[in-house]
T-cell receptor, first 116, second 111 residues
């Protein structure tokens, strides 16, 4: 079984709808992240959480919100979806038990979102 | 803006040739990492080099880091068709808490 799972894998929604993307992990990591990727571009950080009570905005948090329901679960919500939020969304995890200079991230398979 | 910028944006080579990708960044870093992404899938970590290291090897991968020039290179030797993917550098900036990714190099290895 995959260590980092995302649901749904694909989603089509309409402008103005609220949707939630979910991420679960079995790696036991304390840190979790949400990124979006647009065609031909790298990943941009939306939100990150270093533990259940620690939520931080990334570089493109406007229009998004997150919830860290448990150490293993981190969900991303689009309050009122708009077409330019059409993108590939990735969840990732990392382990703070490693020194900062050793920490790497583990990614889920992605959620492809289309906002009409 | 992106912290890391990869060069070239796209690279096409024949199987067996070496592939070199470069990454430049703007601010002081804690470490630099390279990730691979197969089309439309999640990223997979390849290698991490610390700011006080100059070169690191892992199998057919060789990474160099020049902090004076704020640049890194990833060399894949004896490439295979299965190496076809996008490759991203990512940095942890000094005093920051999360990775910043570059825009990636799309590598195509022709069989």
């Amino acid at each position: 079984d995959a260590d980092v799972t995302q649901t749904p894998r694909n989603r089509i929604t309409k402008t103005g709808k609220r949707i939630m993307l979910e991420c679960s992990q079995t790696k036991g990591h304390d840190r979790m992240y949400w990124y979006r990727q647009d065609p031909g571009l790298g990943l941009r950080l939306i939100y990150y959480s270093f533990d259940v009570k620690d939520i931080n905005k990334g570089e493109i948090s406007d229009g998004y919100s997150v919830s860290r329901q448990a150490q293993a679960k981190f969900s991303l919500s689009l309050e009122s979806a708009i077409p330019n939020q059409t993108a590939l969304y990735f969840c990732a995890t990392s382990d703070s038990g490693l020194a900062d200079y050793q920490e790497t991230q583990y990614f889920g398979p992605g959620t492809r979102l289309l906002v009409l | 803006s992106q912290q890391g910028e990869e060069d070239p944006q796209a690279l096409s080579i024949q199987e067996g040739e070496n592939a070199t990708m470069n990454c430049s960044y703007k601010t002081s870093i804690n470490n630099l990492q390279w990730y691979r992404q197969n089309s439309g899938r999640g990223l997979v970590h390849l290698i991490l080099i610390r700011s006080n290291e100059r070169e690191k090897h892992s199998g057919r991968l060789r990474v160099t880091l020049d902090t004076s020039k704020k640049s890194s290179s990833l060399l894949i030797t004896a490439s295979r068709a299965a190496d076809t993917a996008s490759y991203f550098c990512a940095t942890v900036r000094m005093g920051r808490r999360a990775l910043t990714f570059g825009s990636g190099t799309r590598l195509q290895v022709q069989p």
